[in-house]
């Protein structure tokens, strides 16, 4: 075959090539434009031509070798592996990747406006573990060593006591916290009155989960000691807080109740912020929704905080905060708030509940 056949066959050979992988398109790049290719032979030629036919043959082959470099790239872009700035572009016409936000747990939002109500006038924000001693989560708070909360049906024990002798070794026994009031307790062995704090945290009761109730759930205790704090500061703060949160049309009211840890005690309602005082399913056609404990702290809790209960008084207050946003969100189904299911998580976004 004289040149010009051989140029002619490996043209061919360019055109007809195919190659629908990286590996292949490099392939064919050694074989034509590699240093033993065969555009690369045939350049090589030219040394050999006379020198009156160098120019033509020299235009001829550098021909040939550009059509393989053409041939190269055309490849590479079908193969996916070129670098082309239109690539890199990407594709103008497809949508935008939408961004989503998360937002925070209607249970984190109703907890910080609670928070925020007792810190802009003073309060502290104190914590305590969930996983918590006798002492702290009964004994200090005065429940007697047969009281009902004790028993293994209302309680997680995390270590119980052993049977065999209850009161001597009622302090080793371990448990879920069964209220934050036990950060009550903490705060008060650790500091020096005035004492102004909350308590925000989770809380575990050993129940079956309904509608209505949950094994865990969260509440806001608060606590003020100092001298000469009245029953009267604790009805005022607490209107405060239900004027602060739901509108200042609402009003409570305090019925006597009891707790160990209070003397005396009440149970705190707030007129039905649904029917606006005039009855409903969710107060139950009374006007009046229950939203939290309250007392003035039990001289033998002083004590056994070590706080002489002779110069000091406080109050405390317990409320649920799964509770307060019930009548904020009007959602019925406690569960909802722990299945974690976006759909009903996207609707509570910016603190506000846009349904
Ligand atoms: N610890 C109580 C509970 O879990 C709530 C409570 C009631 C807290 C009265 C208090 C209080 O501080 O004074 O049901």
Redesign the pocket.
């Known amino acids: 075959m004289n040149l010009e056949e051989r140029i002619a066959a490996v043209e061919a050979q360019i055109k007809d090539a195919a190659a629908t992988t990286a590996d292949a398109v490099e392939a064919f790049r050694v074989d034509m434009l590699g240093r033993n290719g065969k555009v690369t032979g045939l350049l090589d030629e030219l040394k050999q031509v006379p020198v009156e036919q160098k120019k033509l043959w020299g235009q001829r082959l550098n021909q040939l070798k550009n059509s393989a470099k053409d041939r190269w790239e055309e490849l590479q872009a079908g193969a996916g592996t070129a670098n082309t700035s239109q690539q890199e572009a990407g594709d103008g016409t497809r949508p935008a990747l939408t961004e989503s936000t998360g937002s925070l747990h209607p249970i984190s939002i109703v907890r910080q406006r609670i928070v925020d109500v007792f810190t802009r006038i003073g309060y502290t924000v104190s914590q305590g573990p969930e996983v918590e001693d006798d002492h702290h989560n009964f004994g200090a708070l005065n429940f007697p060593p047969d009281h009902p909360a004790r028993d293994m049906q209302d309680t997680f024990f995390v270590r119980p006591i052993s049977c065999s002798s209850e009161v001597e070794n009622a302090n080793e026994a371990l448990a879920l916290r069964?209220?934050t009031?036990s950060v009550?307790v903490r705060v008060m062995e650790s500091g020096k009155p005035p004492i102004r704090t909350i308590s925000p945290g989770r809380?575990y009761r050993n129940e079956a989960i309904s509608a209505r109730a949950h094994c865990m759930f969260h509440?806001v205790?608060?606590?003020y000691v100092d001298k000469g704090v009245s029953f009267a500061e604790l009805k005022g703060t607490l209107d405060h807080f239900a004027k602060s949160l739901f509108g200042p049309e609402v009003k409570i009211r305090l019925r006597p109740s009891y707790?160990p840890?209070?003397e005396p005690?009440a149970e705190v309602d707030m007129s039905c912020t649904i029917c606006g005082g005039g009855g409903c399913a969710v107060c139950k056609h009374s006007g009046w929704v229950e939203i939290?404990?309250?007392?003035m702290v039990d001289p033998a809790v002083l004590s056994n905080c070590n706080i002489d209960p002779d110069i000091y008084s406080g109050f405390?207050?317990?409320m649920g905060v799964e509770r307060i946003a019930q009548l904020i969100y009007r959602v019925p189904d406690l569960r909802l708030y722990w299945e974690n299911d976006v759909r009903f998580l996207d609707q509570f976004t910016d603190g506000a509940f846009r349904g």
């Open positions: 069964t209220h009031s009550q809380v509440q205790e608060g606590l707790f840890f209070t005690s939290m404990g309250c007392g405390a207050f317990g």
